[in-house]
């Protein structure tokens, strides 16, 4: 470099040198994929989080169609051995429940433990 600041193409490459340099050093690189690395263990915990609404949501919708059969098939017959089927479609929702509980607990914890930086 001549150091003849006058020149815009001098100027123009002393800008992209330092460009470059600034955003290739080590600081930068490491504290870039320690971002990207916290992004993507975000975004998994989140999905596990959905995945575990979804569950959810579907035993929900299985434990209520068989509670209800259930219920009808108690009403029309008085048969006790109904009561066990509504008994084991309330447990697996709560089963469910709990599994939705501990997802989402271990999801924020992982993602609170993952270092950031």
Same mark, same amino acid.
């Given at each position: 470099?001549?150091?003849?600041?006058? !020149?815009?193409?001098?100027?123009?490459?002393? #800008?992209?040198?330092?460009? %470059?340099?600034?955003?290739?050093?080590?600081?930068? &690189?490491? #504290?870039?994929? *320690?971002?990207? =690395?916290? %992004?993507? /263990? @975000?975004?998994?915990?989140? &999905?596990? +989080?959905?995945?575990?609404? !979804?569950?959810?949501?579907?035993? =929900?919708?299985?434990?209520?169609?068989?509670?209800? +059969?259930?219920? *009808?098939?108690?009403? @029309?017959?008085?048969?006790?051995?109904?009561? !066990? +089927?509504?008994?084991?479609?309330?447990?697996?929702? =709560? !089963? @469910? *429940?709990?599994?939705? =509980?501990? &997802?989402?607990?271990? @999801?924020?914890? /992982?993602?609170?433990?993952?270092?950031?930086?």
């Amino acid at each position: 470099m001549s150091g003849n600041t006058n !020149d815009p193409t001098e100027q123009l490459m002393n #800008a992209v040198n330092f460009g %470059q340099q600034s955003v290739m050093s080590q600081n930068v &690189i490491k #504290a870039s994929g *320690a971002g990207k =690395s916290y %992004q993507s /263990v @975000a975004q998994s915990t989140a &999905i596990a +989080v959905q995945d575990a609404a !979804d569950n959810l949501r579907n035993v =929900s919708i299985m434990s209520t169609t068989a509670a209800g +059969v259930a219920m *009808a098939q108690l009403l @029309a017959t008085g048969e006790s051995k109904y009561k !066990d +089927v509504i008994t084991e479609a309330n447990n697996m929702v =709560s !089963d @469910a *429940a709990d599994n939705f =509980s501990k &997802i989402g607990k271990d @999801a924020a914890d /992982v993602l609170s433990n993952y270092p950031s930086s």
